[in-house]
DNA sequence: TTTTATGTACGCTTTTATGCGTACATACAC
DNA sequence: GTGTATGTACGCATAAAAGCGTACATAAAA
């Protein structure tokens, strides 16, 4: 089929967001590395295995950052594509997303180095 | 006694600061209320009964606020006096204290006015 | 010294978050 | 049609976070 139609899944408008959800939605590890993932991959999908956590739970983590505005998901066949909402949260919160991501990959870097660089 | 003593408890340097302890400690709503009194009042204190909590749960909020990195505070006498980190949050997180501090001060409109605006 | 005010430490309960497994639903491949 | 892949919904178990009350510690006030 050559035009695939695809669904996108509810989400709050850029209005809606709110910016304590979207912390709390942060806070959790699982659910960086899926936006790290989703960052570095924009409309690709992503799978349990990836993050060591059942379907389900992948699920939830999903919800819980669509829910909150960071993510937009639309249904392609069996799969969910992903993207980050960049210019919609860079327009309500400037600067906060370059924020995240740079430490995020700080984060990482510090995991691969050991921390030996700290000392 | 006209120079008092303070004691300043042991908080983490800049460098030490975790964006997504930050984010973990801003997304309990009693913990934001704490840190937009605390904003408005540099180097005051603030009782229980502010917030609604019970004493031993405000020493908590306390500790979880000063680990992050958000609060810093002196012990003087009996009290306790707390002051924001603007600088080193700032210097840190551009732009951060201030997003924050504005959407905080936009849910207590948000909460005054009923959210009859939002119709 | 006694009393009051402020805060911490501990134990306990309740609530919330996270995780998984199973069963089910849907889309695609065959 | 059957089978496979992907994802959701539910129930349940575990862990983390929040709450309170009590007992205790310290500083200031009386």
Do not use: Y
Request: one cysteine or more.
């Amino acid at each position: 089929m050559a035009s695939r139609l695809t669904r996108p899944l509810s989400l709050p408008s850029k209005e809606e967001m709110d910016l304590f959800q979207i912390m709390a939605a942060l806070a959790d590890p699982v659910r960086r590395a899926i936006i790290a993932h989703i960052a570095a991959t924009p409309g690709g999908a992503c799978s349990s295995s990836d993050f060591g956590v059942s379907k389900s739970a992948l699920t939830r983590h999903w919800r819980i950052l669509r829910e909150s505005g960071l993510i937009r998901q639309e249904v392609d066949g069996t799969r969910h594509r992903n993207w980050l909402r960049s210019d919609e949260l860079d327009d309500r919160f400037p600067g906060l997303m370059s924020t995240v991501q740079q430490e995020i990959a700080r984060k990482s870097n510090v995991d691969l180095d050991g921390e030996t660089n700290e000392h």
